[in-house]
């Protein structure tokens, strides 16, 4: 029996009891996973981003775990709520323009003091003054840094669209917008390269594109790291008592990490391992998070439909993006229907194996994405379920 296999065995005997739709969080995997993450980081503490895990029994769980401190949110209504449910240090990875959410933040010592925003223009800082409550609180302020690779004099840019702010010039002065400015004490600088930590090295059947990749990620690990070292500099040099600089993801942790600018890391789809993480050369984890559909119909030799399925993960639309047929092995979507809103024909000889009634495991595209789709995951360990948690969804929390 294959290790896939033994595995499929566990999870059929844990939830052999309940019907599918279910999802799972293999609890083993999931330690097994943070404890690679810890290494990788060499000392380093980790910032889970619970986009990726949106379930608040598992982020206290890898919380309560050695070399993981802190929070990365989403959203400012996310950070609050976290917050007030005893999470002390939430960093908001994403500036916000929720003015309700900018009044109770400001409103409360508690909230004030847990949360911290993010801002890369002083824009942001007006609509903070605007909705503010209370004059006597401080708000907590981290930059950001744009981390993309960019050539040929910026006719060329790698790297997500986010900050626009790029030199130290940049940020220098920013910094010192936020100094000036009472209601505000700048506390941190983030620095998310995704062309590093999101993209996977190595794709499966395109040796060439893999290669071209690897360039790329070498070079703008190369530019980067310089580039953080001199904004660190210009940073603290207005603001000396700066308490992070947070940077990486789950794909380049271990980079990152070495650079000495760099105070913490972020990461938090290395938990789960969802399917866009197979592709990488710097790491291996084991997938822990997975859903399971029921068998609904059996049209012909080596086909089988079931029950939903369709969920696709936010970014380019693309076959990457749609969860894959994990357990048994062997399964495919059919082309012309994909993964479908209500049903999923699936094709391949381990069709013929189902019955109905039998579960088809998935693994997401994403991590935390998942959560959106499930009001709870079931704890496995072994091959028992030992608990089932709410998901954000299930307690009535939809932040995006």
């Not at 981003?49 to 982020?59: D, H, T």
């Not at 949360?115 to 209370?134: F, I, K, N």
């Not at 004490?185 to 290669?211: I, T």
Request: proline share 6%; net charge neutral; with cysteine.
């Amino acid at each position: 029996m294959t290790p896939r296999a033994a595995d499929r065995a566990r999870y059929d005997r844990a939830t052999a009891h309940l019907d599918a739709p279910v999802a799972i969080v293999d609890l083993e995997a999931f330690d097994a996973n943070a404890d690679d993450l810890v290494r990788r980081a060499a000392g380093k503490p980790i910032r889970v981003a619970s986009k990726s895990v949106r379930c608040r029994a598992l982020l206290e769980r890898v919380l309560a775990r050695p070399g993981f401190a802190g929070i990365m949110s989403f959203t400012l209504a996310e950070s609050l709520w976290l917050a007030r449910a005893g999470f002390e240090d939430v960093l908001l990875a994403y500036p916000s323009a929720d003015r309700t959410a900018f009044a109770e933040l400001t409103s409360d010592p508690k909230l004030a003091g847990a949360v911290t925003v993010m801002v890369d223009d002083v824009a942001q800082l007006d609509l903070v003054d605007r909705a503010r409550e209370r004059e006597d609180l401080e708000v907590r302020v981290c930059l950001e840094l744009d981390t993309s690779l960019q050539l040929f004099g910026g006719r060329v840019r790698v790297g997500a669209r986010r900050s626009p702010l790029r030199t130290p010039a940049q940020l220098a002065e920013l910094a010192r917008s936020v100094a000036r400015r009472p209601g505000f004490r700048l506390v941190g600088l983030m620095a998310y390269e995704g062309h590093v930590a999101g993209v996977g090295d190595a794709v499966a059947g395109r040796p060439v594109r893999s290669r071209a990749i690897r360039l790329m990620q070498s070079a703008a690990r190369k530019e980067l790291s310089a580039r953080r070292a001199e904004v660190v500099r210009a940073v603290r040099a207005v603001a000396p008592d700066l308490e992070f600089v947070n940077g990486g993801g789950t794909g380049s942790v271990q980079h990152t990490a070495a650079e000495a600018a760099v105070t913490e890391i972020a990461a938090g789809s290395g938990l789960y391992v969802p399917r866009l993480f197979d592709n990488y050369t710097s790491f291996s984890g084991r997938p822990a998070a997975l859903f399971a559909q029921p068998v609904v119909r059996r049209p012909g030799v080596g086909v089988v439909t079931v029950l939903g399925g369709g969920y696709p993960a936010s970014g380019a639309p693309g076959a990457d993006r749609l969860p894959v047929p994990y357990l048994p092995e062997g399964l495919r979507y059919d082309a012309q229907e994909g993964a479908g809103e209500v049903q999923t024909p699936l094709l391949g000889s381990a069709a013929d194996d189902l019955l109905i009634g039998d579960k088809v495991w998935f693994r997401h595209a994403k991590a935390g994405e998942l959560c959106e789709r499930f009001e709870e995951l079931l704890l496995v360990e072994g091959d028992r379920v030992t608990a089932a948690v709410p998901t954000y969804r299930g307690e009535g929390r939809t932040f995006l």
